[in-house]
Structures are given as structure tokens and as C-alpha cells.
């Protein structure tokens, strides 16, 4: 079975600086998928960005990029220039390529950008 | 693109009543639709996974004949809450994939249920 694991369960940045939100997971696959969903107060499941394990390079989506490390089972989410709009829950999760297509969610962070 | 909705957004129920719950994918067509509960401050917890046309597949703990889902089309699935308690109050969210979106899953706005 795959777990996610968010240590954080909070975090506060002030509005224009950066933060890394962490994440780790475990599995026995060699094949799989990760996410980062934001989750505004509106509760909306957003996508973030994705980030495919076969591929080393890390995904970038404008001011949201990633830490892959596949030995270390890591997987990071840093904000730049963070927005008062990005205060929202985080929630990174898992999912195995060419299964079910089941996904895992850790117990999220929630971000707080203070203005 | 790949637009989910619910429907209604927000139920209050009497304790013993029944209620459905629609998901619907817009502009695609869904294979695969999932169900999630989400209760406050908490991570997404899944319920089941629905493929058109066959029986859901309910995770460990959920009670297949009080949450019954039915994936009639492959744009549409519908969970029905039955004999809802107060216990069964909480957020439920939908989400929906095809083949085409690699493993991404399209969520749905999500459904507030109250039940008194």
C-alpha cells in the first residue's frame, strides 16, 4: 500500500517571499504519477502541478515548482513570489501509473500568505 | 476543458431520509469517476471508484448499501446517501478521469450534506 506523508500541518509566509512545502511517500512502484492540489477556502480541488516519476526533471508551472527526489521517496512543492491567492490547503498525493488510477492524499498543509 | 460538476452544492436532510448526489462530467467523457468524503480540516478520504457501465469498487469501511453509486453514462455518476444519520454529515467531493488525462483527476465542486 502507498502512504503520503505532509509534516507540516501549517505554514505562514508573508505575501512576495518564498516557502517549500514538503512532501514524502512510500511504495514499492517504479512507475507512478505525484501531485500537489490546492484547496482554497471555496474547497475546489485545484491541480497544481504533476510530476511523473520517470522523468528526472523536476515539473515547473509558473511560480510553482517542484523537488522530486525519487531514491529519497521526496517530493517538495516551492512557491515563489507567493500571492494572497495561494493561500489555500495543500494536499501532495500519489498515484500508480496504469492502475486504477486511485490516488493517495497526504493530510495536506495549510498555507496561510500573510499581506 | 475537463470541467466536473455537482449537484445540488449543499443538502439538509432529515435523519432517515434518503439523498442523491450528481456528478457530471462536462466536456468529456468519463471512464472513471471517484467518490470522496471529506470532513473538516481533513485530508480527502476515498469512498469508492466508479467505471460506466459496472458494480463501484468501495474501499475498506465503507458501507456499500448506505452509500449506493450508479455510473449510468459516461457522464454521469450519482451517490445516493440512504437512511442518512448525523454521522453521515460531511463534504462530499467527486472527481472524474478518461484515458486520455493521464492519471489526472478533474474534481468537482463538492457537495455540503447536513443531516439533523
Known amino acids: 500500500a502507498q502512504t503520503v506523508t505532509q509534516s507540516q500541518p501549517e505554514m505562514s509566509v508573508q505575501e512576495a517571499e518564498t516557502v517549500t512545502l514538503s512532501c514524502t511517500y512510500d511504495?514499492?512502484?517504479?512507475?507512478?504519477?505525484l501531485f500537489w492540489y490546492k484547496q482554497p477556502p471555496s474547497r475546489q480541488m485545484i491541480l497544481v502541478i504533476r510530476q511523473e516519476a520517470y522523468k528526472q526533471q523536476n515539473a515547473t508551472e509558473n511560480r510553482f515548482s517542484v523537488n522530486f527526489q525519487k531514491a529519497a521517496k521526496s517530493f517538495s512543492l516551492k512557491i515563489s513570489d507567493s500571492q494572497l491567492g495561494d493561500t489555500a490547503m495543500y494536499f501532495c498525493a500519489f498515484t500508480v501509473r496504469g492502475g486504477n488510477e486511485k490516488l493517495t492524499f497526504g493530510t495536506g498543509t495549510r498555507l496561510t500568505i500573510i499581506p | 476543458g475537463a470541467v466536473v460538476s455537482q449537484h445540488p452544492s449543499w443538502v439538509i436532510c432529515k435523519s432517515g431520509t434518503s439523498v442523491k448526489i450528481e456528478c457530471r462530467s462536462l466536456?468529456?467523457?468519463?471512464?472513471?469517476m471517484f467518490w470522496y468524503r471529506q470532513f473538516p480540516k481533513q485530508s480527502l478520504m476515498l469512498m469508492a471508484t466508479?467505471?460506466?457501465?459496472?458494480?463501484?469498487?468501495?474501499e475498506q469501511g465503507v458501507e456499500k448499501d448506505k452509500f449506493l453509486i450508479n455510473h449510468a453514462s459516461l457522464t454521469l455518476s450519482t451517490l445516493t446517501v440512504t437512511s442518512a444519520h448525523p454521522e453521515d454529515s460531511s463534504f462530499y467531493i467527486c472527481s472524474a478521469s478518461d484515458w486520455s488525462s493521464y492519471n489526472e483527476q478533474f474534481f468537482g465542486p463538492g457537495t455540503r450534506l447536513t443531516v439533523l
Open positions: 466508479s467505471n460506466e457501465g459496472s458494480k463501484a469498487t468501495y
Open positions: 466536456d468529456f467523457q468519463a471512464t472513471t
Open positions: 511504495t514499492s512502484e517504479s512507475n507512478y504519477y
